[in-house]
């Protein structure tokens, strides 16, 4: 399924509502539901193997998180105009290239989505919908489709 206008719209406007909000906040929320699905996964990340520390003092945790979230929005609208997605520094292929290399498999996916899923949910409130949630999920799948098809690439 494509992404359609009105879906685009949808994961804008929320991207805008949620930016009112405290995004190093929402982004803490995603990673700790990343962990709170997944535990395991904590040893992964660079930033907290090893470490005690609450990831709510971490702030490259955070950086990090804002970033994949600001990447999950904006591929939306840019994987659609230009098949291509560049945040910042950040381009599919060095995405494809960190996330092989950090033994990121297909089904860790999944818990990435349905967290950011559940952290949109939370952030958006009342203004949640199916169709907002339509939305989002699509914009997910389309990026991390790209990001895997550069992973099976280099692989
Ligand atoms: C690194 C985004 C899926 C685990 C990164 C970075 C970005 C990113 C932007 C680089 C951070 C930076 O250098 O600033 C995304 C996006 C995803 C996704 C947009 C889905 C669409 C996943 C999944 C996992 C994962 C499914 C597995 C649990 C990691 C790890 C790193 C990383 C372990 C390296 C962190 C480190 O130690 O420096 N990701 N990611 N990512 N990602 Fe993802
Ligand atoms: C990297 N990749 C996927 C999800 C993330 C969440 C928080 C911090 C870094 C991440």
Same mark, same amino acid.
């Given at each position: 399924?494509?992404?359609?206008?009105?879906?685009?719209?949808?994961? %804008?406007?929320?991207?805008?509502? =949620?930016?009112?909000?405290?995004?190093?906040?929402?982004?803490? /929320?995603?990673?700790?539901?990343?962990?709170?699905?997944?535990?395991?996964? %904590?040893? =992964?990340?660079?930033? &907290?193997?090893?470490?005690?520390?609450?990831?709510?003092?971490?702030? #490259? &945790? #955070? @950086? +990090?998180?804002? #970033?994949?979230?600001? =990447?999950?929005?904006?591929?939306?609208?840019? &994987? /659609?105009?230009? /098949?291509?997605?560049?945040?910042?520094?950040?381009?599919?292929?060095?995405?494809?290239?960190? +996330? &092989?290399?950090?033994? $990121?498999?297909?089904? +860790?996916?999944?818990? $990435? %989505?349905?967290?950011?899923? /559940?952290? $949109?949910?939370?952030? =958006?409130?009342?203004?949640?919908?199916?169709?907002? #949630?339509?939305?989002?999920?699509?914009?997910?799948?389309?990026? @991390?489709?790209?990001?895997?098809?550069?992973?099976?690439?280099?692989?």
């Amino acid at each position: 399924m494509g992404f359609t206008d009105k879906q685009e719209a949808l994961v %804008k406007d929320s991207w805008e509502f =949620m930016k009112q909000d405290d995004i190093p906040q929402l982004s803490l /929320r995603f990673f700790s539901l990343i962990l709170e699905i997944a535990p395991a996964a %904590k040893n =992964m990340f660079s930033f &907290l193997k090893d470490s005690d520390e609450l990831p709510q003092n971490n702030p #490259k &945790l #955070k @950086a +990090h998180a804002v #970033k994949v979230f600001k =990447m999950t929005c904006e591929s939306a609208i840019q &994987l /659609r105009e230009k /098949r291509e997605v560049v945040v910042g520094e950040t381009t599919l292929k060095y995405l494809g290239s960190i +996330h &092989l290399q950090k033994g $990121v498999a297909d089904p +860790h996916f999944e818990v $990435v %989505k349905e967290a950011l899923l /559940r952290t $949109v949910e939370e952030a =958006m409130g009342k203004k949640w919908n199916d169709e907002m #949630k339509e939305a989002w999920a699509e914009a997910y799948d389309q990026l @991390a489709a790209a990001i895997k098809a550069e992973m099976h690439a280099e692989a």
